[in-house]
């Protein structure tokens, strides 16, 4: 079946450091890939996504390209800030428009 | 635009009582969907409906889970008898048919004594 694999952590950065939080994935036929972000408290918020393979998604600062060749989507961005503090998941959406989550990774930012 | 809404946000009970979750999603999406989050881990499904027909429940312990859909709008998620193993977020999920984009709501963290 699908799954999904993150890095754990916590990771904890200093402000203005690079960030990369790896995702590999596991899938049969050609997944969408996304990330998500969980601030303290709230739900869900859809970060960037890709759709096929070489696609980039990007928003906020944030990248992450679609490598079908490693099965990765590693999430990347040149320069933290203290409110990026939050809990990124991985996940894959296939038929039926179902998402399987990875386990999740807590980033700490300081100031 | 309102987002997902869920209800309440927080609930504490004792084991062997019934608990209810409500949600209604972004208007105009056909799909909805409840997924479990336990402390530190992503979330998992456990139902998903379209329209008001539940397609996907796999996933769902239906000794003790139910929900409906009856009008499909809204939601409810119910647990009876909870027990202490059913402490964590539960998160509803909307999207329109046919888009893999799903727009989650804050969530209702559940401790059961």
């Known amino acids: 079946g699908d799954s999904v694999t993150q890095m754990e952590g916590p990771v904890t950065l200093s402000e203005e450091a690079f960030l990369t939080i790896n995702c590999t994935y596991t899938a049969t036929g050609y997944p969408s890939l996304f990330w998500y972000v969980q601030y303290p408290g709230e739900g869900l918020q859809l970060l960037l996504k890709?759709?096929?393979?070489?696609d980039k998604g990007s928003n906020k600062g944030f990248e992450a390209t679609y490598r079908k060749e490693t099965t990765s989507f590693h999430l990347e961005k040149g320069s933290v800030q203290v409110s990026d503090s939050a809990v990124y998941f991985c996940?894959?959406?296939?038929?039926?428009?179902?998402?399987?989550f990875g386990g999740g990774t807590r980033l700490m930012v300081k100031p | 635009e309102a987002g997902v809404v869920q209800s309440p946000r927080y609930k504490i009970i004792e084991k062997k009582q019934p608990v209810a979750f409500w949600c209604n999603p972004i208007?105009?999406?056909?799909?909805l969907y409840w997924y479990l989050q336990n402390l530190g881990q992503g979330p998992e499904l456990l139902i998903r409906y379209e329209n008001e027909e539940a397609v996907d429940d796999s996933q769902l312990p239906k000794d003790r889970f139910s929900a409906e859909r009856l009008k499909g709008v809204d939601s409810t998620l119910k647990i009876q008898p909870a027990e202490l193993g059913d402490s964590a977020v539960y998160l509803c999920?909307?999207?329109?048919?046919?888009?893999?984009?799903?727009?989650f709501g804050a969530g209702t963290r559940l401790s059961v004594l």
């Open positions: 208007s105009g999406h056909n799909t």
């Open positions: 999920a909307s999207s329109f048919a046919g888009e893999n984009i799903q727009y």
């Open positions: 890709a759709t096929k393979a070489d």
């Open positions: 996940a894959l959406g296939n038929a039926g428009n179902m998402l399987t």
